[in-house]
């Protein structure tokens, strides 16, 4: 197994590195969690870089919001850790992981077979941000929420964009895999 990472993945990387922070910033607020085109650029990562790079993409991009960077949607900073929509964070970066170990041992992907792993991304992404939603509010910073607040302000009303996004990722993945491979010839 092929641990060194090539220059030009690297580079492509920190262009997804980039991107899912520039993501953060074009969104829609919605109540609790706002809705962003970070979901996109994380299953772009995953579907294009495959499962460990499209991980250290988005890993390198949570790492430098912690660190102090205000690249996350409300700013940045180690505190970041106890605001409840962190786990969407989490969640991004192993949502990115596994829709690339789901998708880069293929070839000739079907444009649902990619839409399916995206799915499987989506539920990864706010599986992890819902829970994480509920425990940092309930047991940590003592604002309570129940269950079904926090389906409908952290599921109900955010994810019909995210599975818009969840097509997009797959229509540009479908189109976009091709031309990465030919460049790594």
Known sequence: ??????????????????????????KIPIPYVPFTLQFLF?????????GRLG??????????GLVGLPIFAEGGGFW??????FGYIIGFVLGSYVTGKLTEERKNWSFGKILLANFIGLAIVYGMGMVYYYVICNFVIGTPIAVWPLFLYCFLLAVPGD????????????RLKPVLEKMNR
Do not use: D, H, N, W
């Open 55 to 64: 991980a250290v993409s988005v890993g390198a991009y949570a790492l430098l």
């Open 42 to 50: 994380t299953m772009l990562a995953g579907l294009l870089l495959g």
């Open 80 to 85: 970041y850790l106890l605001k409840p929509s």
């Open 163 to 174: 599975i818009l996004l969840c097509f997009v990722a797959a229509f540009l993945a479908k």
């Open 1 to 26: 197994m092929r641990q060194k990472i090539t220059i030009q993945e690297m580079t492509l990387c920190a262009i997804f590195t980039a991107l899912t922070a520039v993501g953060a910033f074009i």
